[in-house]
């Protein structure tokens, strides 16, 4: 009897869930084998956040005195830039997907005996892990270069929050591009309006407040915003200036748990989205 | 047991392009089943079709009689592909190839351990096994891609053009290898081939594939038997077909006589070669470069579509 039969000769639900539990992680194991192989992948996303943490946010802060408020512009340029270097981990995630295409790797593994949804859940379980730990990094620069965080368990709790369901939003929408486009050019043309663009208009590097009405309600329509007021909520702003900023609200649990839904709620459609394009690319019809 | 099942299975592509039209056969287990035809014959519609990558627009497709249709999952799980292309991680080791293509089988890790070493002992890739693949020659990673497919155990194991693009003596390695693993494991094998001599070497039983139809499927033996043992070709100036007609007025030519280009081929079914030539050279035909030789597959190509591989592929 060969393995796969003796593996579906098991109490099937029992048997079914280890099978495709152990067959994400594989997924996820191989794309961090790889992703691992490619430093460039880990390390050239964090290079531009990086040095907005370290340079521009210190010295914005010297020239033009800060944000004239209780919140250390250093950090809040720190928090920000993590909406580019989530956006930019993920759009380099992506271009793997199109790379695996283009190599043929991706026919091994629609052979597979796996839903096919399980390779866009893979590569997004490493997308988040690299993006975890790109944060990190961006968060600990800015920390060296004297940005000023209050970290309470409360904090963590909305800032992983926020970043997990961000990301997950990021890395769909790239998966959901890289499954359209033919060519790894159209996919790179694509980067600075996936990860770039909405970074000027979500408040990264100033309050929303400080743009005119008409952009500023735009901000608001964006995942990334709500994303940023949710980041500095909980590391760097426990009154929630940017919430009220974003909802006008007088109590700023609520708005931070509006803002929550907000970005779960693109999170949630961007994955059903990025699954079925990515499921219906595969299958020629 | 029948463990691939076809029947009317059909694709049309969006535009009308009519790639497969409604083909039936049973590969039995342990079978060697060879799809032979050219470039666009439909061949790899029909494989992708079979390892559900392509949907069909209509009739059905077992394997292991799991319907690819309605059990995907299952349908695949007792089955393994080696693609035309070379599809395997350049970045990873050889080893962590086969590693990664077991646990996506759900091969449990002990045996999968105890297969790779067998399999790569077999295929002679186990010196390099813990290489990076791109370190690989063209020769070695198809070995390490057969290797991999056959981790699992699959039931049904599909090699679309297995010897595309490797050089002649790789090639004819490659075919004994295979050879060797179909009698030690009897896996079913669906091979995809435009070389005839392949699909004669290593097939039980051959369709002939044109323009998504079977035009022939049968042994290699009986379809070449269809020739007889013997063929006289000639080339010929002044037009095949006014050729073909006054040979058969004189009784020199059969109906299974048939011609392509400038070259006229006459199965000669027992007639003496001898006497062959001298009617044909009294034919004033004004026919050169005569030959009496054995029929191959290539002859029983064109005889059935009228057309040679080379203008297709």
Sequence with gaps: MSATSEALALPLPRARRARRANALLTLARRRALLTSRTPRQIAVPLVGPALLALILAPALKKATGGLHSHIDYTSFVGVGAIGLVIPLSCVFAGLSVLVDRHTGAQRELLAAPIPRYYLVLGNMLVALVLAALQAVVVVGLSALRGGAFHITGAGVAWFLAAALLFTVFMYALAETVASRVTKEEDFVGATPVLAILPFFFAGALFPISAMPGVLAAIAKAMPLTHALALLRYGFIDPSGKGLHDIWGMSNVTVEAWLSLAVVALFAAAMTLISVRVFSRSAVSR | ???????????????????????????????????????????????????????????????????????????????????????????????????????????????????????????????????????????????????????????????????????????????????????????????????????????????????????????????????????????????????????????????????????VTIPLHGRAAAEAL?????????????????????????????TCFGEHA
Aim: aromatic share 4%.
């Design chain 2, 1 to 263: 047991m029948t463990s691939i099942e076809v029947r009317g299975l059909r694709k049309t592509y969006p535009g009308g392009v009519e790639a497969v039209k409604g083909i039936d056969f049973d590969v039995e287990h342990g079978e060697v089943f060879g799809l032979l035809g050219p470039n666009g014959a439909g061949k790899s519609t029909t494989i992708g079709m079979l390892t559900t990558t392509v949907a069909p627009t209509g009739g059905s497709a077992r394997l292991g009689g799991y319907d690819v249709a309605t059990q995907p999952l299952q349908a695949r799980s007792v089955s393994s592909v080696v693609f035309q292309e070379s599809v395997v991680d350049g970045a990873l080791s050889g080893r962590e190839n086969l590693e990664l293509h077991a646990r996506l089988w759900g091969v449990e890790s002990e045996r999968a351990r105890r297969r790779i070493e067998e399999l790569t002992q077999a295929l002679g890739v186990a010196e390099l096994i813990d290489r990076k693949v791109d370190s690989y020659s063209g020769g070695q990673r198809r070995r390490l891609e057969i290797a991999r497919a056959l981790v699992s155990r699959p039931q049904v194991l599909f090699l679309d053009e297995p010897t595309v693009g490797l050089d002649p003596r790789i090639r004819h390695e490659l075919l004994d290898v295979i050879a060797e693993l179909r009698a030690r494991d009897a896996v079913t094998i669906l091979v995809t081939t435009h070389y005839l001599d392949e699909a004669q070497r290593l097939a039980d039983r051959v369709a002939i594939v044109h323009h998504g139809e079977f035009v022939a499927l049968d042994r290699p033996q009986a379809l070449l038997a269809g020739l007889g043992e013997q063929i006289l070709e000639f080339r010929v100036e002044g037009g095949v077909e006014a050729a073909l007609q006054s040979l058969r007025a004189r009784g020199l030519a059969g109906d299974d006589a048939f011609g392509l280009g400038a070259r």
């Design chain 2, 278 to 306: 001298r009617a044909i050279e009294g034919e004033r035909l004004r026919a050169s470069e005569l030959q009496v030789r054995a029929p191959t597959l290539d002859d029983v190509y064109i005889q059935l579509t009228g």
